[in-house]
Structure formats: structure tokens, C-alpha cells
């Protein structure tokens, strides 16, 4: 058994280069459209923290996935995302046909607002 990653360059180690090759542009795509975002591993996956958890993404043998951990930022762009494999907060992708940097940009940038709207006290 594998160690388990601590830092994303290590889970990147972890999957194909097919893969790899995606979710590095991917990586790179999140960096430029949330600069001040904190990378992290979260529940074993490569992730992003700004005003608590912003996204995150990954690899399965049968696809790679970018994970919105929202899924009302999902309803609210469903327009934009008809034509892709979604469900709840997560938007799944061939690596060989990735994510198209200016819908991860608008993706990540309505989370950033999502994350900054004053939550409801219990």
C-alpha cells in the first residue's frame, strides 16, 4: 500500500501521465483565478482553501473529476455545465479533454464569492 499524499505534487506522482497532464492545467488554472487560495490534501484528494474549503480535484481509473464542494454553485451555472458529466459538486472530465480554463476561472471565482457571503448562525 501506497503512503498516503501530503501535498499535491505528491498525489499528482500517484496517477497517469495522461492525467497528470490535466489536472496540472487544472492546478495551474485555480492558482492564477485564486492566488490567495491555500493548497492542501482533503479527505485524500488535492484542494484548495480560501475563507474554508474552495475546490479540489482528482483521478479515478475511468476519469478525473473537479470537485466544486457546492453544489448550489453548481445549480446556478447548470446552463453552462449541460454538456459535461456532473453531479451534486463535482464535474467529471476525460483527460484527454479537460476542463476549458475560462469555465474553471468562472467556477472558481463563484466559489470565491460563494466563500465570502456571511454564513447564517445556527
Not at 30 to 53: D, H, K, T, V
Not at 76 to 101: A, H, V, W
Request: glycine share 4%; hydrophobic share 35%; proline share 7%.
Amino acid at each position: 500500500m501506497r503512503p498516503r499524499p501530503s501535498t499535491i505534487d505528491e498525489y499528482l506522482a500517484t496517477v497517469s501521465a495522461d492525467q497528470r497532464a490535466a489536472l496540472e492545467k487544472l492546478r495551474t488554472t485555480i492558482r492564477a483565478a485564486a492566488p490567495q487560495a491555500e493548497e492542501c490534501i482533503s479527505y485524500r484528494l488535492p484542494a484548495y482553501r480560501q475563507n474554508g474549503m474552495l475546490v479540489g480535484f482528482g483521478a479515478t481509473s475511468k476519469h478525473c473529476a473537479f470537485y466544486l464542494m457546492s453544489s448550489s454553485t453548481l445549480a446556478d451555472l447548470e446552463t453552462e455545465l449541460e454538456d459535461y458529466d456532473t453531479s451534486k459538486g463535482t464535474i467529471r472530465f476525460q483527460p484527454d479533454d479537460p476542463l476549458p480554463s475560462g469555465l474553471v476561472r468562472k467556477l472558481v471565482k463563484a466559489r470565491i464569492a460563494e466563500n465570502e457571503k456571511p454564513r447564517s448562525r445556527r
